[in-house]
């Protein structure tokens, strides 16, 4: 276990925000906890890719150090579902540590979710999601401790309410109440790849890669290539990836807009619903790689938000408000931040 107090958060938050926190705990066992049991404020956070400082931070921010992967225990009555094979990983681990993890060890289904930064724990409560894959789609159960009485409780799938971007860990009535100790995934021991989505077709193409013959590392590495051609490296520039959730419209709106810009991309929802990509709007509303102070649109995506050097939070809401305003006045679309803000 480690405390600091009075501590910079510089290196705990990809946006780069130079704040600092009252205290810090870093708990490697789950009896670390019971000092913090009860206290108030508390702030768990796992690398700090998806936060938001607006100012310091009053109280305690957590995190966990259990970096664990075993095979999670089969109760001798269960059924073992076959071809599956589930693992039990501490919430501290490096999310994409995990997945090389998963696929040098011949387990597979998270191969699309590569190089998303983050750890395990918050892959559960954000359900981290990229090119047709969801971290909802493998996890089998997520080990709590509730930070106000100290009970340990276990949420399987069903439990946490889980959709895009979204869990029951977001809600006003769970969120900061719980910390996130080990999630178990159920994975597949046949690789059965997922190219449907986000150009990776195009990408093996290119890059003369027979679908027949892929293999698990080689779709790894083309979503890698994928995402470091389009994304900021946050230890080059800070940012916490996709700033905005892509919103989802009714149809009627979107046949509308459709009208207006037939080569607007989207993607099915539901048959009353469609999901329109957020970055590209940005971009028709011309904001891609424009700066305002020191927040600017990074120049290869534009739902990505990022620090040039030296931004506060207030830096980035106010071009964040910005961006807002200007996609509602010309798609009538509010779009509504990814990042959690913290203040
Ligand atoms: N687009 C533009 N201009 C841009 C950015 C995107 O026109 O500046 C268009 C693209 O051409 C494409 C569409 O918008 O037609 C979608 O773009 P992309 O495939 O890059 O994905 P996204 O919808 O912008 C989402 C996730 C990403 C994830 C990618 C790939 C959210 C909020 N973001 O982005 O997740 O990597 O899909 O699956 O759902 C993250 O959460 O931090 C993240 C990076």
Redesign the pocket.
């Known amino acids: 276990m480690r405390i600091e107090e009075n501590y910079s958060l510089l290196g705990h938050n990809t946006f780069g925000i130079d704040v600092k926190c009252r205290r810090f705990l870093e708990y490697d066992t789950i009896d670390d906890l019971s000092y913090v049991i009860g206290t108030t404020p508390l702030l768990h956070i796992g690398s700090g ?2 936060l938001l400082f607006m100012g310091d931070y009053e109280g305690t921010v957590l995190h966990c150090n259990i970096q664990t992967i075993e095979k999670a225990f089969t109760h001798p009555f269960e059924r073992k579902l076959k071809g599956t094979e589930r693992l039990r990983v501490g919430a501290g681990m490096v999310w994409d540590d995990f997945v090389a993890y998963t696929l040098e060890h011949g387990y597979y289904g998270l191969e ?1 979710l590569s190089l ?2 983050g750890e395990v724990g918050a892959s559960a409560v ?1 359900n ?6 969801e971290a909802k789609d493998y996890i089998d159960s997520v080990e709590c401790v509730n930070l106000t009485n100290g009970r340990h409780h276990i949420f399987f799938n069903a439990g946490c309410d889980y959709s ?2 979204h869990s029951i860990f977001k809600t006003p009535e769970y969120r900061g109440k719980w910390a996130v100790l080990y999630v178990t995934f159920r994975l597949s021991t046949i690789f059965k790849p997922k190219l449907e ?3 990776i077709r195009a990408e093996l193409e290119r890059q003369h890669i027979s679908v027949d013959t892929l293999t698990a590392q080689q779709l790894r590495q083309v979503i890698i290539d ?2 470091r051609a ?2 900021p490296d946050p230890q080059v520039q800070g940012n ?7 919103p989802v419209v009714p149809r009627e709106q979107f046949e509308e807009l459709l009208k207006q810009y037939p080569a607007m ?1 989207h ?1 099915e929802v539901d048959e009353d619903h469609v ?1 329109i ?8 509303c011309g904001w ?1 790689g424009k700066a305002l102070g020191p927040a600017a ?2 120049d ?5 938000l990022v620090n040039r050097g030296g931004a506060t939070g207030a830096d980035i809401v106010a071009l964040c408000q910005a961006v807002c305003r200007d996609v509602k006045e010309r798609f009538g679309i509010d779009l509504h931040p ?1 990042v959690n803000f913290i203040e």
């Open positions: 890719s998806n699309n998303i930064p954000q981290i999601g990229a090119y047709g894959v895009y971007r989505y986000g150009g994928i995402r389009k994304l916490a990836g996709s700033f905005f959730m892509n991309p993607y999901k990509p957020a970055g590209w709007m940005i971009e028709q891609k649109v990074h290869r995506q534009a739902l990505v990814e």
